[in-house]
């Protein structure tokens, strides 16, 4: 019994049409084309990954480190995740984590340093104040 053919209007068909040399009729290129138009969009959908930022808006570099961690370990963790995607998203999330590092430590010096200048001051202003005599 021969194998029952897909009728025109479908990828099958559209592939037997090549494999036989012809030309695609318009009924299969335009079955092709409704594939790919959605094959594209769901791919799209799916490779979106919602990252949380609480609604905040900056340009804070240490922050905007942080939500690029939190991007990248997302994406990381999603099933989303291609294989091909591991090596560079792993190296980019270890270089986030140096970023987040470097940046953390250069805030708190800065904290204390600004801390420091104000004791100074206090001091300072506590050495002028005028005593009662
Ligand atoms: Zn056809």
Same mark, same amino acid.
């Given at each position: 019994?021969?194998?029952?053919?897909?009728?025109?209007?479908?990828?099958?068909?559209?592939?037997?049409?090549?494999?036989?040399?012809?030309?695609?009729?318009?009924?299969?290129?335009?079955?092709?084309?409704?594939?790919?138009?959605?094959?594209?969009?769901?791919?799209? +959908?799916?490779? *979106?990954?919602?990252? !949380?930022?609480?609604?905040?808006?900056?340009?804070? /570099? &240490? #922050?905007?480190? %942080? =939500?690029?961690?939190?991007? +990248?370990?997302? *994406?990381?963790?999603? !099933?989303?995740?291609?294989?091909?995607?591991?090596? /560079? &998203? #792993?190296?980019? %999330? =270890?270089?986030?984590?140096?970023?987040?590092?470097?940046l953390?430590?250069?805030?708190?010096?800065?904290?204390?340093?600004?801390?420091?200048?104000?004791?100074? =001051?206090?001091v300072?202003?506590?050495?002028?104040?005028?005593?009662?005599?």
């Open positions: 019994m021969p194998r029952e053919l897909k009728p025109c209007g479908t990828r099958a068909a559209a592939q037997r049409h090549r494999r036989h040399g012809e030309e695609v009729c318009p009924d299969c290129k335009a079955a092709e084309r409704e594939h790919r138009r959605k094959y594209a969009r769901r791919d799209r +959908v799916e490779k *979106t990954i919602q990252v !949380d930022f609480g609604g905040a808006n900056t340009t804070d /570099p &240490l #922050t905007v480190a %942080r =939500e690029n961690l939190a991007i +990248v370990t997302a *994406t990381l963790r999603s !099933d989303k995740c291609l294989p091909k995607d591991i090596v /560079p &998203l #792993t190296k980019r %999330r =270890e270089e986030l984590v140096q970023l987040v590092q470097q953390s430590t250069q805030h708190e010096e800065e904290r204390m340093e600004q801390q420091g200048a104000e004791v100074a =001051e206090n300072a202003e506590a050495a002028f104040r005028p005593t009662a005599v």
